[in-house]
Structures are given as C-alpha cells and as structure tokens.
C-alpha cells in the first residue's frame, strides 16, 4: 500500500482535532453494516426486475407483455403508461428558466437513451422475474439523435472580458463521462405499513428523497418514511432519485406489497446518472512579466436525457470558481446545459469544480512556457496573498480566508524542495534516458452553502442522543459529531454520544451529505442545538442543585454548584430534554491547496507511474485528521482514475461498450502513488460560516490532483497539444510520446 502522512492542524484541549477512529468501522468490516440491501425483506416481498432498451434513442413500436403478465408468481408488469409521476421532482434553480426534470419512472413510448428501462416485472422471485422479462416481446424503432434542447445558458462575470496582451495563450479539455462507481450499488426495498411507505434506499440525500418521491407517488412526504442505514457511497450519484428507484416505490404502493430492487453492476453502467463529460475552452492574456489580465471560457455540460437536481451545479460551478486563487482583474464565462440522449449526467465528486481548476492550471503552465517562467513563478506573480481575502471574484463570488502563497510553499517542500532543487533532478534523470514530469496546481473549493439541522436529547434514561440531517455516505460523519458533541458538551469520552443519521423519521429536516458541506454545516446545527440544550439542562440541574440557575455553572461532564464545585451533576441525570436547531450559512467558505506531482512514462507502453504526490490543503478546522485523510485518499484515488483511465464509451448507435468492471477503466491499487504526503496548515483558515471552523475536504483530491498531473505529463511529454481529451490513456500517451520525444 503506498503510504501517507498527515500532521493534524489545531490539535486542541478537546476531541475535535484528534485523529479517533471511526466508530463506524468495527461494524463495517466485521459483516455487520447495515445498508438498504441487508435489512430482510418482510414476508412476502416482491422483486422487480426492468426491462431496458437495447437500443435508443428509439421509439416503441410494440410492446407486449401479456404472456409475461400470464406466468404464475408474476405479480404485475408495468410500463410507462402505467407509472406516470403525479408530479416532477424538483430541481436546483440555479439558473432562471429551467426546464422541468423530464422525470418519467418508466420510458415510453419514445426511449430516451440505450439502457433505460421500459418495463418492470414484479414477481416473486428473480427467477420467475427473469424468465417473465424473456417473455416480454418488445419492437423499438431507433430514432435519429435530433437536434437538442438547451435547458439553461448564462454569463458569469462581464461579457468580452478579452483585450489584446503582449501574450494569449488557449486550452480546451473534454472530460470523459465517467461513472460514479459506489461500491454499493442502488436499492431500493419499500415497504407500505399503515398508511406510510416505509423506503429503505441507499441515498445521500434521505429528505431530499422524501419529498421526490411524496411528488412521483403524489402523497404528503409525511407518508414517506425514508429509512436509516449504512451508505457505501455517493460521490453525487445519490443525490437525488433515480427513475428505477421511483418506480419500485410506486409499485409497492399500488399494489400494497413490499417490492425490492438491488442494481447489479451493469444496470448503474447502463443507468445511474453519470458524471463530468463537460467541455471547457478558455484564453487568457497575460503581461510581459507574466501577470493576468484576462480570462474568457466557455463551459459546456451535456445533461442526460433528464435533469438530476444538481443537473445545473456541475456547469455553475466550473464557471464560478474561476479565476480560481488568482487575481484576474476581468473574467468572462459563459456556460450553456443541453439536454443529450443518454442517462442523466449530475454532480460527481468535485462537480465542475475539477473542470475550472484544470483549465485554469492548463492555462497557467502554457503562459509560463510561452514567457519563459517557471511554474511556480507564474503562480507566485498571481496567487491572491493573504491580506486579499476575503476577495470578491470577477464570477460574483467571495473567497473568504486562506494564505494560497503558504500553501504553494508548503507543497514544495513537501515534494523536497524549490522548483530549481526539483527540475535538476528531473533534469538528471532525463539525461540518463529517463521521461520523467513534475506538475503544479494551486486550486480553491467551495464549500457549504445552504442550511443543516440537528436535534440533541438526553433521554429518561440518561442517554445522550444527537439527530442530524446532515447524513453519511461512509465518511464518518457520526464520528466527527460525537467528537464536536463531546467538546461541546464537555464528555469524557465521545462513545457516550449517540449519533442519529439518515433516517427521516429519527432525524430532523437535512439536506444531506453532499458539497462538502456536512462536517461544517451540520457540526454547526449540532452546536446551536448543544447551546439551545444547556439553557434548559442548566435550569434543571439548578432544580436538582437546589440552588439559583445563576448559581449554576457548566463543569466537566454535566453543571456544578458556582460556589462548591464539589457538588455536581452529570448531564445523564437532567433528562428528558431535548433541542433542536438548524444553522444557516450566510455565505460560503473556501477551501484551498497546492498540488507537487511527479511521474514517470514508460514509453514503451504510454503507462504512467505516479512517483511522488505531495499536497497542501487548507479545510480550516480539522475536526478527525483520519477522517481528513480519508477524504484526501479517496479523492485522489478518484481524480486519478479521471486523468488516467475512466470513460464510459458509446459506439455509433449508442450502445455503452465500458459497461462492466472488465472495461471501465477504474483506478486501482496499483495506479496508486507510490508515496503521498498530506499537510494542512499549522495555522487553518477557519471556515466564517460555521461556528465549527471546518471548510470541506471530500472533494479536495479531484479538484487539485488531476490538474497536477495532467500537467506533469505534459512536463514529461515536453508539452500537450491545445486540446486534450481526457482521460489521458496509456495509448494517448504512448502516440503523444512518439510524437513529441521522437522515439
Ligand atoms: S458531487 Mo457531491 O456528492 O456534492
């Protein structure tokens, strides 16, 4: 295993700041995680089973599923006419005028995309669902991809922000649509008990998914009872429902039975959303010495046959965090979401974050090269200093805290020095025949708009019980609230913290687990509903103190007299009382980092060997450097396998060609970086819009990563052509290596 290190930033008197383990993790990796697939299906439940479009865009000629509907144990067949959604889930309005989600739980009669599911058996095993679906005749008629709709377009910034420079320099990336590959894949199990639907679904976003599937069923969302557990992944593709996951909801109302679904591999190949797949231009004009004068880019996002919730989010935000942490004095974006006939494409881990970052870092090392600079100098000229922020950037937004140049500095001396100290020793191998590269990337991440919620009890019999909407997906929220409850509440120990997610019913409103926002913001929630408690267990322990509440003060696990410290209460012994809060964010917070990578070619093969990563990142307040560090792996791990590998490949009729783990080029262990090494600043920049101090972290390793190491190829490889088409396969390089390196 390639190794990592971390220094853990602001290490305080309490818990928060310490590396504790997960407490998820006993569970998890003795067999016993709970999630959606795991809870035993009631007696009697259904399964479901769709029958997808071989073909699409295409239209229905025939449909016939009365032979299927004949078999014994095949409780009902579906098709589109007969799941309409009563109503359209809501989506994001990021931008005026957007169209509706173009939700349909069943395709029909015109089939969006090759893969979308046309029919849904219910039966009473999978054998009987299988051969019912081989008893389906169905005749499509492809249709020509026509001419497609644009479901939003602005401008971020001023409009023709380009002017002349003594220098311009152009780059162009087309992202890949990749799969968000959660190792857990959709389920769905729902269960119609008095009156309700109780929904176990493997989800990001359990209110989120409530309220989508009251409008799809047209019930009150209090019928819905989204049901807690285990999350093994999101990565954005669980952020709102999915066509599939609506249609079994439906079906177990109807015909008021439990009905099951898992996804096998191949359905969320063929399906799930999907993401990135954006294509991104950008120019920007620079002075003699090497300073920025303009930027002007252009985004464009395919969206899939539907949009997602967040369909508009990837786009916005590759617009909006440029100029990243530079001073760009006039930036122009223009960005425009058309609807595409294939599943729907969402946010994904970084969401359009990555697409602004590796632009803008493509565009620096290109103007570095064209005057003469070194990478690090061009950045240094426009890095914003620290006495800068906050700033208000060109795109609208404010980049509120941060020492961007420290940051710089710092991953350079994680990568073992000054740029001159690393290019010599570059140098020094390739003239021993070595195609070796180094890459830079300076980066900022927006976290934590919007609101959380928490509720924290102490029970009748002294337990002490904390709610958030602020769910998981297997990061180790419950964690990092029990140790931000534990400070808060002045514990001994963050085990006598229960932890509360994903649950509707357990849990007050949430938005969920998503743009990095849950540590902070749900922390924050946490910590307003502690305060709204310790009022009201202040005036109890005062009852039970015999004394005045103003001669009550707080102590180590509970109150104390203010004149004898020796008599004491323990919170355990105030109960029941319970408190609810929500925190709203007033503004966003920004994370940063700097990115030093190095790799080396084989040119014989085009296979890149990740040699060294070394990374600073500023998320303000770390409230568990493991589960920091965590993020910081998982992220990287996923960026990489965006630069080098992932793509989910159509041919001509639209039939996906990557739709398996044999094919689809996922990262593995041995793509790794050989070694990694992590810092946070020994000073963070607290986050201002959470009293908790913590910027996001999740999403980090996507946004810098790929942007370092797209540039160390082009180091290695003596230069990129202006338009790259990721991922930047061992082919690609191997063609690109022969060109350039003439070999
Ligand atoms: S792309 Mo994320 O789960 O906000």
Redesign the pocket.
């Known amino acids: 295993m390639p190794e990592g290190s971390t220094r853990a930033a602001c290490e305080g008197e309490g818990f928060v700041g310490r590396p504790l383990r997960r407490r998820e993790d006993i569970a998890l990796v003795t067999g016993r995680g709970r999630f959606a697939a795991d809870v035993p299906p009631p007696p009697g439940t259904l399964v479901a089973r769709f029958l997808r479009a071989l073909v699409g865009p295409a239209r229905i000629r025939r449909l016939d599923v009365t032979a299927a509907l004949a078999m014994p144990g095949v409780a009902a067949v579906f098709t589109a006419a007969d799941l309409v959604a009563a109503a359209q889930p809501a989506v994001n309005a990021l931008f005026a005028d957007l169209p509706p989600a173009r939700f349909a739980p069943l395709a029909g009669p015109e089939v969006p995309f090759a893969g979308a599911a046309v029919a849904m058996i219910v039966a009473e095993t999978e054998a009987i669902a299988d051969d019912a679906a081989e008893a389906i005749l169905v005749d499509l008629e492809p249709l020509q991809a026509t001419a497609v709709d644009r479901a939003f377009a602005a401008v971020f910034g001023a409009e023709g922000a380009e002017d002349p420079a003594p220098v311009a320099v152009s780059a162009t990336i087309r992202h890949a649509r990749v799969a ?1 590959m959660a190792l857990e894949s959709r389920v769905v199990l729902a269960v119609p008990e008095r009156g309700r639907l109780r929904v176990h679904l493997s989800s ?1 976003t359990p209110h989120r998914a409530r309220a989508d599937l009251a409008a799809v069923l047209g019930l009150d969302p209090g019928a819905i009872h989204v049901a807690g557990g285990d999350v093994g992944g ?6 709102s429902i999915t066509p599939e996951e609506a249609a079994v909801a439906m079906a177990a109302w109807r015909l008021a039975r439990p009905v099951r679904w898992v996804a096998s591999r191949s359905e969320e190949f063929l399906s799930a959303p999907r ?1 990135r797949g954006l294509s991104v231009f950008g120019r920007m004009g620079f002075d003699t010495d090497g300073r920025a004068c303009f930027l002007s880019a252009a985004i464009f996002a395919p969206l899939g046959a539907r949009l997602t919730h ?1 369909a508009a ?1 990837p786009a916005r935000n590759a617009a909006r965090c440029l100029p990243g942490p530079y001073a760009v004095p006039r930036v122009s974006a223009r960005v425009e979401g058309r609807f595409t006939p294939e599943p729907a494409i ?6 359009g974050r990555p697409e602004a970052a590796i632009l803008l870092e493509r565009l620096m090392d290109c103007a570095a090269r064209r005057l003469g600079l070194s990478p690090v100098a061009i950045r240094r000229c426009n890095l914003l200093p620290p006495n800068a922020l906050p700033h208000a950037t060109p795109t609208g937004e404010v980049l509120d805290s941060g020492d961007y140049p420290a940051l710089l500095d710092r991953a350079l001396s994680l990568a073992g020095g000054e740029w001159e100290t690393l290019a010599t020793e570059r140098d020094a191998r390739r003239a021993r025949g070595e195609c070796v590269g180094l890459g830079l990337a300076c980066y900022v991440e927006p976290c934590g708009r919007g609101w959380e919620s928490a509720r924290v009890a102490i029970t009748a019999e002294g337990r002490i019980r904390v709610a958030t909407g602020s769910t998981a ?1 297997g990061q180790g929220r419950a964690t990092a609230v029990s140790q931000i409850v534990a400070d808060a509440m002045r514990l001994a120990d963050p085990a006598e913290v229960e932890v509360l997610l994903h649950d509707t019913d357990a849990t007050p409103e949430g938005i969920g ?5 849950s540590t902070g913001l749900g922390g924050a929630a946490v910590l307003r509903a502690v305060a709204l408690l310790e009022e009201s267990a202040r005036k109890a322990a005062a009852r039970l103190l015999n004394a005045a509440p103003e001669d009550v003060l707080p102590a180590p696990g509970g109150f104390q007299r203010a004149s004898d410290a020796t008599d004491r209460i323990g919170w355990k012994k105030l109960g029941p009382l319970e408190a609810e809060a929500r925190h709203t964010a007033t503004a966003e917070s920004w994370s940063a980092g700097c990115v030093v990578a190095r790799v080396a070619i084989d040119r014989e093969t085009g296979l890149v060997s990740i040699e060294h990563l070394a990374w600073a990142e500023d998320a303000g307040t770390i409230v568990n450097p493991l589960l920091a560090e965590g993020q910081m792996w998982g992220g990287l791990a996923q960026g990489i396998g965006e630069v080098l590998g992932e793509r989910l490949v159509t041919d001509g009729e639209g039939t996906l060609l990557s739709g398996s783990l044999v094919d689809y080029a996922l990262p593995r262990a041995l793509e790794m970086p050989m070694t990694a090494c992590f810092a946070h600043p020994t000073r963070p920049s607290r986050a201002a819009n959470t009293p908790v101090g913590a910027k996001g972290i ?2 980090a390793g996507t946004i810098g990563v790929p942007a370092a190491l797209i540039n160390a190829i082009a180091d290695a490889l003596g230069d990129l052509p202006e338009e790259i088409s990721l991922p930047l396969t061992p082919e690609t390089i191997w063609r690109l290596a022969r060109e350039r390196l003439h070999a």
Do not use: D, H, N, T
């Not at 969402?346 to 969401?351: E, L, N, Q, V």
């Open positions: 968000p990001q999101s990565f954005g593709v669980k952020a993401g967040s989010v969402g946010i994904y881990r970084g969401a997906q687990a998503l743009a990095s926002r999740g999403e």
